[in-house]
């Protein structure tokens, strides 16, 4: 009992050093968001990285949401025999939910891990201080550019997931349910309304900045050579998709 | 070393956790002087250049630079008295992600705001005073050895004009002859630049060859500075051990099994 007590007395320390290093972080990166200079340049090179190479992964993953979401609704409201509103379950959840949290968990997996990593080997080779000792903010130049490119290319990811996602069950409630192609547009189109998407794309920017921002966290404070980079990877990977799933919830209870 | 330090340190402290780096430590460096910092691994060396470029925030003491001190600056303050430095990292430290010629103009283009063409122009002439031709300019840094990795390091560090440089095991990893090539190109850049230079190294061949005057560093102090032509003669047991690389002596090696 005498040891388990200082045991949880210094793990709680280390969690409130932890979180208090991680706010500090988050509003320093934000502060610097706001501040000249703005490295446009880089700025646009992280647009490209985390939106436009994306984009294969984001559209097949929202493709096959969207088919198997048609499927399995059928299947579900078949039961009831209210069959004929998949495409407004399909559109409604593409859109709202699953749009934004599947693209973001890709964009997790893939940009997430690759700030990490990148951030990380800069770290450990002294790259980062190599950029203070040359009158460069590294906060500025590594993590604003990739944090106002999450916020600003995700939600268009997304966008294109909820068009090509809303396309899979179109192919699927058409070629394999039987539905009428115009009857299927026409339900999709009725039913979907202007805040279903924009709630979605509040979410991405939420989700894209999480995503920066935990890449960029755990890369920059990385220690201990490639073992460290390799536990920078992952804890920005887990981390990022834990907080997407915390805040969708909190998002979906506030815009809904 | 004549008229006020260029650097002036005192007192400075620094721990990690339980384990004391850097337990008091005074030294002066002279403008224009060239000042190598010995002293075995793990024995604070790095630790001290990092507290003086503002890299790491000493637990206390002073340092002065210029008269001016600089561990209480703001964050903008401290940005723009690192002008004042360069420095040469131990491995060199260059930017995967940019070419070797943006790595030596770095410093000039985000730094200062030089214009591209402009840096680009100083940094081939920085690479060629470094011995290296333009169409390494061109190259990735992952495409260079060992040694022109350094030479670039070299390049980027002189590539503003720096009142002070500072040189992090600057032969560390090279061979013999690649090290003194690059022990000679720091003494003609220091010259060249009339810079104050602090080097931290074990490579006593280099610590002859650059310095003006030597400083041993143990248990984070300073135990022994003078003139670098004095220290085969330093009557010191602990600097008589660290030169000469013996085992026996009042230096004890931490050694755990496995």
């Known amino acids: 009992m005498t040891d388990f007590l200082p045991s949880i007395g210094r793990v709680f320390i280390n969690f409130l050093g932890a979180a208090g290093r991680f706010a500090m972080f988050t509003l320093s990166a934000l502060s610097h968001c706001f501040r000249p200079p703005f490295y446009f340049r880089l700025i646009g090179r992280q647009m490209v990285d985390i939106g436009f190479y994306s984009l294969p992964v984001v559209g097949l993953t929202a493709v096959f949401t969207g088919m198997v979401l048609a499927l399995q609704t059928n299947t579900g409201f078949s039961r009831f025999g209210a069959a004929s509103v998949t495409a407004t379950v399909v559109v409604l959840s593409v859109t709202r939910e699953l749009g934004p949290v599947i693209a973001a968990l890709m964009v997790a997996g893939r940009i997430g891990a690759s700030i990490a990593a990148e951030i990380g080997t800069m770290r450990v080779t002294d790259q980062i ?8 903010n590294p906060l500025k130049y590594l993590v604003v550019p990739r944090i106002i490119a999450g916020l600003v290319t995700v939600p268009i990811l997304v966008l294109i997931a909820d068009i090509i996602g809303i396309f899979g069950g179109y192919l699927v409630g058409t070629y394999k349910l039987g539905f009428n192609a115009a009857t299927y547009l026409n339900n999709t189109a009725q039913n979907l309304t202007a805040i279903d998407v924009s709630s979605g794309l509040i979410k991405a920017a939420v989700f894209g900045f999480i995503v920066a921002l935990m890449g960029c966290y755990h890369g920059y404070h990385s220690r201990g050579g490639a073992q460290g980079v390799g536990a920078a990877t992952t804890h920005a990977v887990v981390s990022s998709s834990v907080m997407i799933l915390l805040f969708d919830y909190v998002l979906t209870s506030i815009l809904f | 070393m004549s008229g006020a330090p260029k650097i002036e340190v ?5 721990a990690f956790g339980r384990k004391v780096v850097l337990d008091g430590i005074d030294l002066d460096i002279g403008v224009g002087e060239s000042v190598v910092v010995i002293g075995g691994s793990g024995t604070g060396k790095s630790v001290l250049v990092k507290c003086i470029l503002g890299i790491i925030e000493p637990d206390a003491g002073s340092i002065k630079i210029d008269g001016q001190e600089v561990t209480t600056l703001s964050r903008g303050k401290r940005e723009a008295l690192l002008e004042k430095f360069g420095m040469l990292f131990q491995g060199a430290a260059l930017f995967d992600s940019l070419l070797v010629w943006e790595n030596v103009a770095f410093g000039l283009i985000q730094g200062r705001g030089m214009e591209r063409n402009a840096a680009k122009k100083i940094a081939f002439e920085k690479l060629a005073a470094v011995g290296l031709g333009a169409e390494v300019g061109e190259l990735r840094p992952a495409e260079l050895s060992g040694g022109m990795q350094k030479r670039v390091g070299l390049a980027r ?8 440089i500072i040189f992090d095991e600057p ?19 220091v010259r060249d630049l009339g810079a104050t230079a602090i080097s931290i190294t074990h490579d006593m061949a280099s610590a002859h060859k650059i310095a003006d005057r030597i400083a041993m560093i143990y248990k984070g102090r300073i135990i022994w500075t003078g003139a670098a032509k004095t220290i085969d003669n330093s009557g010191n047991p602990y600097v008589d051990q660290f030169i000469h690389g013996r085992a026996d002596g009042p230096i004890q090696m931490e050694v755990r099994a496995l």
């Open chain 1, 129 to 136: 201080d190599a950029l203070s000792t040359l009158s460069t």
């Open chain 2, 10 to 14: 005192r007192g400075l402290k620094k």
């Open chain 2, 157 to 164: 560090a002189i590539a503003a004009t720096p009142e002070i």
């Open chain 2, 171 to 189: 032969t560390t990893g090279l061979d013999p002859i690649m090290g003194d090539v690059i022990n000679d190109l720091i003494v003609k850049c």
